[in-house]
């Protein structure tokens, strides 16, 4: 073991974690982070023989170096350490933040603690900075910030309150009691039905009532109780993913928890897959007719769009290949698949293609991902892809890992159980064996001797001697 810990450390040398912006650090940094109940502490959890994680290095350098930057200058990326930790070396503090995969990424600070579950790119990790380390509840004072917003927000949710908004409004309590545990996940913004009603939200009759919104892209979606179940967090967690988002491992499960039919447009992002500007154009002409469709689709599907087609194999547990429209049923955990294929090999019928899907979803969505056979099956497929993406990113770390232990198990095995006896050849100690078989057949002759004459007694003796004497 000692051996292997030393190969990790050269190979982390070797392959050079130029640290620059991004702080290393030990298992000090829980001690670090109690005493400084103020500082917000961005932490990344890696592994050395990770793939993902030496893919996401550079982006989380990049993200380092500009909160750096911007520390100065914008409030939400004031008093935020970037750092990152060794959890397979300082393994104490890996598990004292229950890290069980990598890359993990944790927001801290104080008792406060968040998981980051998005994608690993630079602008939705720092998106996440701003919603975690800034206030929960931004108050917006004009026309002019509200159009800054709506430009900066794929999805942001707004409380408009009246002009003489009461103390005892229950739906502005309810509001501001349940943003905190949506903090990491949207934006929550209030402002005054008099600053914005030069906007769309004119349309919006309040009856001298407060009202939430969800403004996205192509509109507003106000909360009407009776549609989502009398529930403020029902309305949020429908509404906080965007019309057309990028999905992966990390936000999911968001999707899944509005409880709708999911369309996923899968595509392989190697360069010899598909072309860049096909990829790019079958992603803006399903966005297209989404804009146009949204009255119809919005209740019963969510769409998205993902160029990590293993997080669908994964939900198959089989390979599948792009480009396709990949479909899961959130509530019954069925799925279905339709490739995105053209009939004279040169375009595809992007809107011909989503009328069928969307007329034929339930005939599409066949496959039960929830089986028996398929449970039992899914930690082999899941092992299997970890392993082959070790060894193809980090050969020979791999086999440190994996490679040396099995080899010295296995040599442990074969002396035990498979290596011949060498005393079982040795004829010393066989005709040691003969001469105590010897030994013990002659003490048994003379035992049965023994046992053939009668026992002779002091005074039988006396009467032979006795006997010879009066003869």
Not at 246 to 256: C, E, F, K, R, T
Request: net charge negative.
């Amino acid at each position: 073991m000692l051996f292997i810990f030393y190969a990790i450390l050269i190979v982390q040398c070797a392959s050079g974690i130029n640290a620059k912006w991004a702080v290393d650090v030990d298992s000090s940094i829980v001690d670090e982070i109690q005493s400084n109940p103020s500082t917000g502490y961005l932490i990344k959890f890696h592994a050395p023989w990770c793939g993902h994680c030496r893919h996401f290095e550079p982006v989380y350098e990049e993200i380092a170096k500009e909160v750096n930057e911007l520390s100065a200058t914008v409030d939400e990326f004031k008093n935020i350490r970037i750092v990152r930790i060794d959890a397979t070396i300082y393994s104490d503090a890996a598990n004292h933040y229950d890290i069980r995969g990598f890359p993990t990424v944790k927001f801290i600070r104080g008792s406060q603690i968040i998981s980051y579950e998005n994608e690993r790119t630079k602008s939705a990790v720092l998106k996440f900075l701003k919603r975690v380390n800034g206030p929960s509840l931004r108050w917006i004072s004009s026309v002019d910030k509200f159009n800054e917003i709506r430009n900066e927000h794929d999805v942001f949710f707004l409380l408009v309150t009246t002009t003489m908004v009461s103390e005892d409004d229950q739906l502005v309590k309810e509001y501001n009691n349940i943003i905190n545990r949506y903090l990491s996940q949207a934006y929550f913004y209030a402002t005054n039905e008099s600053i914005v009603q030069e906007t769309f939200f004119s349309n919006y009759k309040s009856d001298d009532e407060s009202q939430i919104f969800a403004v996205k892209n192509e509109g507003v979606y106000l909360y009407k109780p009776d549609d989502y179940n009398n529930s403020i967090e029902d309305f949020i967690v429908k509404e906080k993913v965007a019309t057309f988002p990028q999905v992966a491992a990390g936000n999911m499960y968001d999707l899944v928890l509005t409880k709708k039919i999911i369309v996923i447009y899968g595509f392989d992002e190697s360069p010899e897959a598909t072309s860049s500007n096909q990829k790019n154009e079958l992603k803006s002409r399903i966005h297209n007719y989404l804009i146009n469709h949204i009255p119809v689709i919005h209740q019963t599907f969510q769409f998205a769009w993902s160029n990590d087609l293993d997080l669908l194999s994964n939900i198959a547990v089989w390979a599948v290949e792009g480009p396709l429209l990949f479909l899961y049923d959130s509530v019954q955990r069925k799925y279905g698949m339709h490739p995105l294929s053209s009939t004279d090999g040169k375009t595809i019928d992007v809107e011909s293609i989503l009328d069928y899907v969307l007329l034929n979803h339930t005939q599409i969505i066949s496959q039960t991902g929830n089986t028996l056979a398929k449970r039992l099956f899914r930690p082999f497929w899941e092992l299997s892809r970890t392993l082959m993406a070790m060894f193809t990113e980090s050969p020979f770390l791999s086999m440190l890992i994996i490679g040396l232990p099995a080899s010295v198990l296995s040599i442990v095995c074969y002396c035990l159980c498979c290596l011949p006896n060498e005393t079982m050849n040795d004829p010393d100690y066989s005709y040691e064996i003969i001469t105590d078989d010897q030994n013990i057949g002659q003490n048994e002759e003379e035992d049965d001797d023994d046992a053939s004459s009668p026992p002779v007694t002091p005074d039988d003796n006396q009467k032979a001697v006795t006997d010879k004497k009066d003869d």
